[in-house]
């Protein structure tokens, strides 16, 4: 069961564009993370947050968890050629099973 | 660190047949996991082990799959028979007991089965 919709699906922007990726849930997590998957590659873990609200930022990267602890978001600036890739958030309440959202796949053309 | 290991790298075999996917976590982690990702369901979780001891296996699909962690070394994902709908990318993962990045998790490459 995904429990976690993100949004969009697929983008495609040029370099120097900046972008926003939607995680969406009806269930409230105790917390957060966002992964980045490149091709052939398993998932590797970008951030993780815990209060809602809270804000997060690495480089280019700013993470967002939401009041109610129920969404989150991700917002790159300037995106680049090396920021392809699938992007996907996960939620939990236990701090080992996590629910992986549906994935947004990233395209950043030079 | 060579990071989580999985073997093999990809997988073909025609339905009915046994398949046995490998994982060599991190030395040193406590906690193992086994996940599926497909298009269509994204990334699952199957089962999880705390030194060597599965603690949750509500995410295995079907009788046909188990999972065993003889070692903290070691741990087998077998499918007995395969059918063309177990076709997925299946990842393991492994993740200390404490660490540095809250309940991080280290995932291996995966291992593509492809099942005719």
């Known amino acids: 069961t995904q429990l976690l919709e993100q949004s969009p699906q697929f983008l495609s922007i040029q370099e120097g564009e900046n972008l926003t990726v939607y995680c969406n849930s009806s269930?409230?997590?105790?917390?957060l993370q966002w992964y980045r998957q490149e091709p052939g590659e398993g998932p590797v873990l970008l951030v993780t947050?815990?209060?809602?609200?809270e804000v997060k930022k690495l480089k280019r990267l700013t993470f967002q968890f939401g009041d109610a602890r129920k969404d989150s978001s991700l917002h790159i600036t300037a995106a680049q050629p090396g920021d392809t890739g699938l992007y996907l958030c996960?939620?939990?309440?236990?701090?080992?099973?996590?629910?992986f959202g549906t994935g947004t796949s990233l395209t950043v053309i030079p | 660190d060579a990071g989580v290991i999985q073997s093999p790298r990809h997988e073909v075999t025609e339905m009915g047949q046994e398949v046995t996917l490998r994982c060599k976590p991190i030395?040193?982690?406590?906690?193992l996991f086994w996940y599926r990702q497909t298009m269509m369901r994204g990334l699952e979780l199957l089962i999880y082990?705390?030194?060597?001891?599965?603690?949750?296996d509500s995410g295995m699909p079907e009788d046909r799959f188990s999972a065993k962690m003889p070692n903290a070394s070691f741990s087998t994902l077998k499918i007995q028979p395969s059918e063309p709908r177990d076709s997925a990318v299946y990842f393991c993962?492994?993740?200390?007991?404490?660490?540095?990045?809250?309940?991080?998790?280290?995932f291996g490459p995966g291992t593509r089965l492809t099942v005719l």
């Open positions: 993962a492994s993740r200390p007991k404490l660490s540095n990045s809250y309940n991080e998790q280290f």
């Open positions: 269930s409230v997590f105790s917390s």
């Open positions: 947050v815990v209060t809602g609200g």
């Open positions: 996960a939620g939990s309440n236990t701090g080992n099973q996590f629910y």
């Open positions: 030395s040193g982690h406590d906690y």
């Open positions: 082990f705390n030194n060597n001891v599965p603690i949750d």
